[in-house]
């Protein structure tokens, strides 16, 4: 099979046809990912530090290269684009940071304790290694940094991992591209062969996820593809470790006191719900609102004034539709409705249908969906037990939000109720904007992603690829003679 770039914007196909990556080739690139994380798993954190930060500035220094065609395959702009090219190298360095000071990589050594057990035990001195070679899908609506060189890859590496990356079909011509520009730095800075690979293709994913040589998986896109390969990687003979994050309805509960004044609070609502066309996994899905507070006249003067923006593909567009024709038929609603579509590329009308809580039946379910895409949902309610109800219905969701005062006497309880189905909680923010740093969680509770206690975003995201390892009794003049041989071995 074969796969071409299509402008978003005209529907229009452009640039060089991609070949799916054979069966040979993939496993001759897994046998070289083998060999790479020998000697990869083992060279100083200082060391790997030094290369990943070399990579990063090979990318910066091809900022516009790479924006010029992500905008053309993505439709995302090239304001979004250019700053999210920053922040991909910024959560490569901040990976090497972290090596260079030692974080996650320094041993732990639990001293001998005289005495009987369970008082008295030898030493322990427990290490994380690399787990092994690494399959990582890019993303569709990250086109860098949740794709090629995103957060998966580079925490991979930062762990000591080799990588197979399977390149996005909705930008194949910018993971080739990102692709050639890291690898070659990589080469350059002395890293070695093999460490990273990239494929294309929809039979590669399958057969990279089940090849007996491949340690761990890390996905982002959609539950029916997320949850598939989490099948095939559990169905394995020996199973994996797959870190798929697979979608978010994220809700947003406002209260009065939040509300005072409305034209402010539905733009930036609108602003959060149509970032990026709606296609994050942080668009706020589901608003809660107080009946008392009417915002259905200020919401749809607004949305009116929207301007369009493109779906990053066909299918994405076809499948937020598909979607949102089912919202649509399952509740009677409000609709507020912005611009309606004249253009021949991959865009549909922005809606928000606004819904009473009760009215609505007794399985939230049948609203509380994912469109990913410009709709959105918004529940008025009358009581907190009508709010609390509804999000103890709702699926695990990689965020919640809050609006309210700090002295509002409700405020304890809704906190509690998203802290129980949400990964991260924001007070008085939107759910856009993921900052990658050291606090931050991005996963949470099924189908959010796949493994809940662990995240794709900030400086802990390695934490999914290193695997515990302890010594017991072993003398420390032993364990440094082992590590000094095993990276002269290496160098030689």
């Known amino acids: 099979m074969s796969n071409q770039s299509v402008n978003p914007r005209t529907g229009e196909k452009f640039g060089p046809i991609f070949i799916s990556t054979s069966l040979a080739a993939i496993d001759e690139t897994i046998s070289l990912s083998v060999l790479a994380f020998e000697s990869w798993s083992r060279t100083k954190p200082s060391e790997r530090a030094r290369i990943l930060s070399a990579m990063a500035d090979a990318l910066d220094e091809h900022t516009e290269s790479l924006v010029d065609i992500a905008d053309e395959e993505t439709g995302l702009g090239r304001v979004r684009l250019t700053g999210e090219v920053a922040r991909t190298t910024f959560q490569i360095r901040a990976f090497a940071k972290a090596l260079s000071v030692n974080l996650f990589v320094e041993e732990e050594i639990d001293e001998v304790q005289d005495g009987a057990p369970p008082q008295g035990h030898p030493r322990f001195i427990r290490t994380l290694r690399g787990i092994g070679p690494v399959a990582i899908f890019g993303a569709s609506n990250f086109p860098f940094a949740f794709s090629t060189f995103g957060g998966d890859t580079a925490s991979a590496l930062a762990a000591g991992c080799s990588v197979v990356i399977k390149a996005h079909p909705a930008h194949p011509q910018t993971a080739q591209l990102t692709f050639d520009i890291a690898s070659r730095a990589l080469a350059g800075a002395g890293a070695p062969a093999g460490l990273v690979a990239l494929a294309h293709g929809y039979e590669c994913g399958t057969l990279m996820i089940t090849d007996p040589r491949i340690s761990a998986g890390a996905f982002t896109g959609s539950r029916t593809g997320g949850r598939a390969l989490f099948d095939l990687a559990q169905s394995r003979e020996y199973p994996i470790p797959f870190y798929g994050e ?29 970032m990026g066309n709606g296609q ?3 668009n706020p899905s589901v608003l809660f609102t107080p009946e008392s507070v009417s915002l259905v006249a200020e919401i749809q003067e607004q949305i009116a004034t929207r301007d369009l923006a493109p779906f990053l593909s066909e299918a994405t567009k076809k499948l937020h539709d598909a979607n949102r024709a089912q919202l649509i038929h399952s509740i009677e609603a409000i609709s507020c409705e912005g611009k309606t579509v004249d253009n021949p590329g991959f865009y ?3 809606l928000v249908l606004v819904v009473k809580a009760s009215d609505i039946n007794e399985q939230i379910s049948d609203i509380a969906e994912e469109c990913f895409g410009p709709t959105g949902v918004v529940i008025t309610y009358t009581s907190i037990e009508q709010v609390i109800a509804l999000l103890r219905q709702m699926e695990g969701a990689l965020a919640g939000c809050l609006f309210a005062s700090e002295t509002d006497v409700a405020a304890p309880r809704i906190l509690d109720a998203l802290a129980s189905m949400c990964g991260r909680v924001a007070f008085n923010a939107w759910p856009t904007g993921v900052a990658v740093t050291y606090g931050q969680h991005h996963g949470g509770p099924y189908p959010a992603s ?4 662990h995240t794709s975003v ?12 302890t010594f017991q009794g072993l003398p420390i003049e032993l364990y440094e003679t082992m590590n000094a041989s095993l990276l002269k071995g290496i160098r030689e």
Do not use: E, H, M, Q
């Open 246 to 274: 697979l979608g978010s309805i994220n809700p947003v509960v406002a209260l009065a006191g939040a509300l005072d004044d409305p034209k402010a609070f539905v733009t930036s609502y609108l602003d959060s719900l149509l």
């Open 280 to 282: 994050f996994c942080t």
């Open 348 to 350: 549909s009308t922005p």
């Open 450 to 453: 796949t493994s809940s206690l």
């Open 458 to 469: 900030g400086t802990y995201a390695i934490t999914r690829f290193l695997r515990p390892v």
